[in-house]
């Protein structure tokens, strides 16, 4: 009997093998509320995964949207800025240009400036895309363009920096809520109770420290820009979450379905079977782990800024083993953090693929027990052993076979060979890896299915 711990690892991929592409797949729709003229918008998703012409509505009530693109040296910025065509820091598309226009991918964590037609009094331009981790490239030199990860429902900057009042004591707030350049837009804000802005709202700011690293109640850290990518055989993602203010915050997870891909993007299948690494036993120094689903909510607890624990590390596991579909299948969804005041939140976009199992495996077990299989025959008065007879052959009739699974007084070791071509797989005692006389890259149970011309560079299991 094997011991259900087994480690395996491919060394040749079959030709079967599906070579998937890691993709992200989920998908989330930022709704902005716009006026007519000009708005400052902060994209919190990533719409590039197709050209800006193919993701704009096609009423024309978008006529130009104006990238804020500063120069990586992060020149000194005294007073806000306005779209204009001789400055190196913005990058444009208008509806008269088009494809030919110097910008055309909308990417996130970027502040725009979009002109609304003025026969629109209101607009709600809604823009699909993958959501990503905030990220923020703060300068000390001047004013930044910058927006922050609130709920959809409207906040008030008096009590989205409650959390650091210091902040508000020493910051500088411009905000451009729609019409045309001038007197108002932008506009820097005084009445900090008063006024109220939503997710995807951009602001200009800057604070007289120079430095700011507040965006938020809590802040998320991560490797990577593009949220939770599993891919085709990863298994474990990790990231941090840091408490930014000096009181305890419960930060809740959830999963959220995606929405449907837009055309032409990859469809999905279900969601990724998720695990969240809990509490480690320090008896057994297992992690204890718990499933998230999308019936649950999930609360971690940060004590207050600076208390051991306020900087907590969240590892994500995937079950492969219960991934839906097949070979190449794409599953995803939306993990999202709230912070228990309300004033957060930030998605995460998660996906999987299913890979396929064709290929050579090799692995190690452990045999830790194993079967007797010893046969009881029958026998005559005299002792010897009894034939019976049945389909015209005869046999020793067997009373009792043992079959009892005893343990073996020290584990060994063993090595298994598995092929699987795609559709059976077939235990193996040795293999052959190597150039076939077709040239071709081929796993063989004989040497004489090589070619004996390249037997240097073949390999033996």
Excluded at 198 to 209: D, I, K, L, Q
Excluded at 212 to 232: A, C, D, H, L, W
Excluded at 319 to 340: E, H, I, K, M, P
């Amino acid at each position: 009997m094997i011991s259900p711990y087994l480690l395996f690892r491919r060394v040749l991929c079959g030709l079967a093998c599906l070579w998937a592409l890691s993709a992200s797949g989920q998908w989330v729709t930022q709704t902005n509320q716009l006026k007519a003229g000009w708005n400052a918008v902060y994209l919190h998703v990533d719409a590039s995964y197709a050209p800006i012409t193919d993701v704009m509505p096609t009423d024309g009530s978008i006529q130009e949207v104006w990238l804020w693109a500063p120069a990586s040296s992060q020149q000194f910025i005294d007073n806000p800025q306005v779209p204009t065509g001789t400055s190196s820091q913005w990058s444009t598309w208008t509806s008269t240009l088009g494809p030919s226009s110097k910008l055309q991918r909308l990417i996130p964590n970027a502040a725009y400036y979009v002109k609304v037609a003025d026969s629109k009094t209101t607009y709600s331009w809604k823009i699909k895309g993958r959501p990503v981790p905030p990220r923020y490239d703060w300068t000390s030199s001047g004013l930044n363009f910058v927006g922050f990860p609130t709920p959809d429902d409207p906040v008030s900057l008096e009590r989205f920096f409650q959390p650091v009042p210091s902040l508000m004591e020493v910051a500088e707030v411009y905000r451009s809520p729609g019409g045309a350049f001038g007197t108002g837009n932008p506009a820097r804000v005084f009445d900090y109770a008063r006024s109220v802005f939503t997710r995807g709202e951009a602001f200009w700011m800057r604070v007289a420290t120079g430095y700011n690293r507040y965006f938020g109640p809590f802040e998320v850290s991560m490797s990577g820009t593009r949220g939770i990518q599993y891919g085709k055989d990863g298994t474990q993602v990790s990231f941090r979450i840091r408490n930014q203010t000096k009181a305890t915050n419960t930060i809740t997870l959830q999963v959220i379905p995606s929405e449907a891909p837009p055309t032409g993007q990859t469809n999905i299948v279900d969601l990724p079977p998720l695990i969240l690494r809990g509490d480690m036993n320090e008896a057994t120094l297992d992690y204890t782990s718990i499933p998230l689903n999308t019936n649950q909510n999930i609360t971690l607890q940060l004590p207050p800024q600076g208390v051991p624990g306020s900087d907590l590390q969240v590892v994500i596991g995937l079950a492969r083993n219960q991934l839906a579909g097949n070979a190449g299948d794409l599953s995803a969804c939306v993990l999202r953090l709230t912070d228990d005041l309300g004033l957060m939140r930030v998605d995460l976009g998660v996906s999987a693929i299913k890979a396929s199992s064709a290929g050579l495996w090799v692995g190690e077990a452990n045999i830790t027990h194993v079967v007797q299989y010893l046969k009881n025959y029958e026998r005559d008065p005299v002792g010897k052993p009894v034939v019976r007879l049945g389909g015209g052959e005869g046999a020793y009739s067997v009373l009792v076979t043992n079959e009892v699974v005893g343990g073996v007084s020290r584990p060994f070791p063993m090595r298994l060979i598995i092929h699987d071509d795609g559709a059976n797989r077939v235990l193996l005692q040795r293999v052959f890896l190597g150039t076939g006389t077709s040239t071709n890259s081929i796993v063989a149970t004989a040497q004489s299915s090589l070619d004996p011309t390249r037997l240097a560079s073949a390999r033996r299991i």
